[in-house]
């Protein structure tokens, strides 16, 4: 079974992951290659990851970004990179209001002028990939890949460690690690002496490009038992196997939203693209027959998707693709570049799912308004 990113994503994801993970439980099939659930391949990525809470003086705080638009009212400093939490993140218009206040210093490393660089103090010009060295793990694969700069970064752009480096140059600091290049930094992730990077350097990565590390083919990890005290799979206890979504605990006749992968974006990149955006035309939102129907409404009316949190605009598309009760409407754009300078973070709830602080995007209460016609 292949469970992949969204199933997770409403406030029963946990529970319906876990549940599904018995399935093969129950019949046997985890011992058999194939015969059990594949969600991500990170748990088989042993790189040394060296957090260094030596170099702490104190306990400091954690801060989730799905949690981003209250855990703002209390920071002084923002830093973001490799990320535009304004088109990415829950409840959006509280992370905007967030990011405007004058007391908040924001800085933004980039290479385009995201909704979240709109609100920086600084902008820092950021190397794309093919403009820096790094060593890649994937999530859905075996593999570990090197990825060697193509081209100079082009004007002052800096890589996110160069930028850090000089950053802790500039601090007077003395932490030698903190000076680590990049090679250097590669050769330590693949120190750890963990036995499935047997046989792989930084020379003979970088020499080859990709090598797969070294686990059977084929690979079933949990033939001859699971990582727990007993080596058995630990079924869900009784009573907890299941949270119901919000949708399902609330009176009335609003639709839950979720909010699927754009088929032209990856996230919010490429968001920007003229062609990218050209295909992608107008943001719609997909609504069963029955609730279209119950609404008065056609395909090409356009329409708020609103709730207590927000509204952004999208045109209908009747279709049977959406349950009864449901409306789907793609992520990733720019708020600042669609009509109405929104996209579904609008409406999303900024709650935790019921495991692993995860976001609840997929299990949202909304309502359709007609949009008045211009």
């Not at 990320?83 to 967030?98: F, V």
């Not at 570990?144 to 802790?168: D, I, K, M, Q």
């Not at 590669?186 to 120190?191: C, Q, R, V």
């Not at 919010?268 to 609504?287: G, I």
Request: neutral net charge; charged residues 25%.
């Amino acid at each position: 079974m292949r469970a992949t990113m969204g199933i997770q994503r409403h406030e029963g994801g946990g529970a319906a992951m876990r549940t599904i993970a018995s399935i093969p439980g129950v019949t046997g099939d985890w011992r058999h290659p194939g015969g059990g659930v594949a969600y991500s391949t990170s748990g088989h990525v042993h790189l040394k990851i060296d957090k260094r809470n030596d170099l702490l003086a104190a306990p400091v705080r954690t801060r989730y970004m799905t949690r981003l638009a209250s855990e703002l009212d209390d920071v002084k400093c923002l830093w973001v990179y490799a990320a535009n939490p304004l088109a990415s993140t829950s409840d959006s218009n509280r992370i905007r209001k967030g990011l405007a206040r004058e007391d908040l210093f924001t800085v933004v490393m980039e290479q385009f002028p995201t909704d979240t660089v709109d609100y920086a103090d600084i902008v820092l010009p950021a190397t794309m990939q093919t403009e820096h060295m790094d060593l890649h793990a994937g999530y859905g694969h075996m593999y570990l890949l090197w990825n060697e700069p193509a081209v100079a970064p082009a004007g002052e752009a800096l890589s996110t460690t160069e930028t850090f480096r000089r950053l802790a140059a500039h601090m007077g600091l003395t932490e030698p690690s903190l000076y680590d290049s990049d090679l250097e930094l590669a050769a330590d992730l693949l120190s750890s002496g963990h036995p499935s990077l047997e046989g792989i350097t930084l020379d003979r990565l970088r020499k080859e490009g990709w090598m797969r590390m070294s686990y059977p083919q084929p690979f079933a990890p949990f033939a001859d038992g699971f990582p727990t005290p007993s080596g058995r799979l630990r079924f869900p206890r009784r009573g907890k196997a299941f949270v119901p979504s919000l949708s399902s605990r609330t009176v009335g006749d609003r639709l839950t939203l979720i909010t699927p992968a754009a088929h032209t974006f990856l996230n919010s990149t490429f968001a920007n693209n003229p062609e990218l955006l050209r295909r992608a035309k107008e943001p719609v939102v997909l609504v069963n027959p029955a609730d279209a129907a119950a609404r008065g409404l056609s395909t090409g009316r356009r329409v708020r998707v609103v709730n207590h949190n927000g509204y952004f605009l999208a045109d209908v598309e009747v279709s049977d693709r959406v349950a009864k009760g449901v409306v789907a409407s793609p992520k990733g754009r720019w708020p600042k570049l669609t009509t109405g300078g929104a996209n579904p973070n609008a409406v999303v709830d900024e709650r935790d799912a019921d495991m692993g602080k995860g976001a609840v995007y997929h299990d949202n209460l909304v309502e359709l308004e007609l949009e008045p016609l211009v």
